[in-house]
């Protein structure tokens, strides 16, 4: 039972945290308009840093990245004293998911989001530090090459779960348990970031999709 309580509280409160969309927020309180009313209409890094400037697109940056890493983080210390092992792990993971889930379908802003990459990065951030090191070179790498910044987050997300099962599995001190969840729940938060991405996906292959330092051209 006690455990059931912990699952549903790491939905319900990381789901809150990830609600607070910061690009809307940022845009609503410095500059009196809605993110979402411009360019692509996402809800998103890129299209403040493109409709706002970069001032904007900092704060948002850090306020999504923040919010990803505080559900993450507020969850392991509750749940450290009260489950471990395998059952922590799936905890952990359900508060990633659901913080990403708030970003694309917040509460607060009529369930119309953004598409939770810098959110995500928040959450991997909570949940091992390390692991953000190889995705920040992939993401750089595909970006300075192809100069698209929803292939380097599609990059990402494709490489996460790979990256989540080499770090736990070969850290030896992890139980089976553990590995196999820790990668469940990477796949799945991937995935859900990958499906967000489809309409990047289709003008990628179109070749129409936009260029970072474009002047004109679709946000990811």
């Known amino acids: 039972m006690i455990f059931i309580e912990i699952a549903l509280l790491s939905c319900l409160v990381p789901y809150l945290l990830g609600s607070l969309s910061f690009s809307i927020i940022v845009s609503k309180l410095l500059f009196h308009k809605d993110v979402r009313e411009f360019g692509s209409g996402n ?99 595909v970006l300075a090459i192809w100069k698209m910044v929803s292939l380097s987050s599609i990059s990402c997300a494709v490489a996460y779960p790979i990256v989540t099962f080499c770090y736990y599995y070969f850290s030896g001190w992890y139980s089976p348990e553990i590995v196999a969840t820790a990668t469940v729940g990477s796949v799945i938060v991937a995935a859900l970031v990958i499906w967000l991405h489809r309409g990047n996906i289709a003008r990628i292959k179109a070749g129409t999709e936009y260029k970072f330092f474009q002047k004109k051209g679709r946000d990811q």
């Open 43 to 141: 809800a998103g890094m890129t299209n403040i840093l493109r409709t706002f400037g970069k001032g904007a697109a900092a704060l948002t940056l850090i306020g999504d990245m923040g919010k990803g890493f505080l559900a993450v983080w507020l969850n392991w210390k509750f749940i450290g004293s009260v489950v471990d092992g395998a059952p922590a792990i799936f905890c952990i993971y359900l508060a990633a998911f659901f913080a990403v889930i708030g970003h694309i379908y917040p509460v607060f802003f009529g369930f119309k989001g953004g598409k939770a990459v810098a959110v995500s990065a928040g959450t991997i951030i909570g949940i091992q530090p390390l692991l953000v090191l190889p995705l920040l070179v992939i993401f750089a790498v």
